[in-house]
């Protein structure tokens, strides 16, 4: 009892004498004290961003678009707006349960403004299970797309296309 009892009591007198402020026993000491130092400005950063192009972990992957062109486009209609033109296309899928239809813009703005044609394609996208093929009344699909003034200027043209066919409507 009486060993370690000395033993301890000579450590505490040790480090005690490491609490003096110059002391270089004292671990705190042996770096200098902090200076300020310019640094780099990188310009508008925000912290919440990855600087990176990687995708964090738990990130998604990319949809796969899954969709097809509808067989028959059947009926083109453009509908005149006081901010544009509705594009409306009806047109029969392959086989029931066809979901997500939209119009895909073929043509960009500028091949749009240069050709005087703005092409679509008719997309669906069916069920992954098999599904009947039904009546053509049942398979029928309406899809709808709105245009602005700004997408009309300089348009002749409005195309949709299907897989075996494609209408077109000319403007007047």
């Given at each position: 009892m009486r060993n370690p009892l000395s033993v301890l009591l000579v450590a505490g007198l040790i480090l005690s004498g490491c609490g003096f402020g110059e002391s270089r026993f004292n671990p705190v000491?042996?770096?200098g004290g902090s200076e300020p130092v310019e640094a780099e400005a990188a310009g508008e950063v925000n912290p919440l961003i990855p600087s990176s192009g990687a995708r964090?972990?738990?990130a998604r992957p990319d949809p796969v678009d899954r969709s097809v062109p509808v067989p028959v486009v059947t009926?083109?209609?453009?509908e005149r707006i006081p901010t544009g033109a509705i594009v409306r296309a009806t047109g029969t899928a392959a086989r029931l349960g066809p979901y997500g239809a939209?119009?895909?813009r073929e043509t960009s703005e500028e091949e749009a403004a240069a050709e005087g044609v703005i092409e679509f394609s008719f997309r669906v996208?069916?069920?992954?299970?098999?599904?009947?093929?039904?009546?053509?009344?049942?398979?029928?699909?309406?899809?709808?797309?709105?245009?602005s003034t700004?997408?009309?200027e300089g348009?002749?043209?409005?195309r949709v296309l299907g897989a075996q066919n494609a209408l077109e409507s000319r403007r007047r």
């Open positions: 000491n042996w770096f964090g972990m738990f009926e083109l209609a453009v939209w119009l895909r996208t069916y069920p992954n299970k098999d599904t009947p093929v039904g009546t053509e009344h049942a398979r029928r699909v309406v899809v709808a797309e709105s245009l700004g997408d009309l348009v002749r043209v409005i």
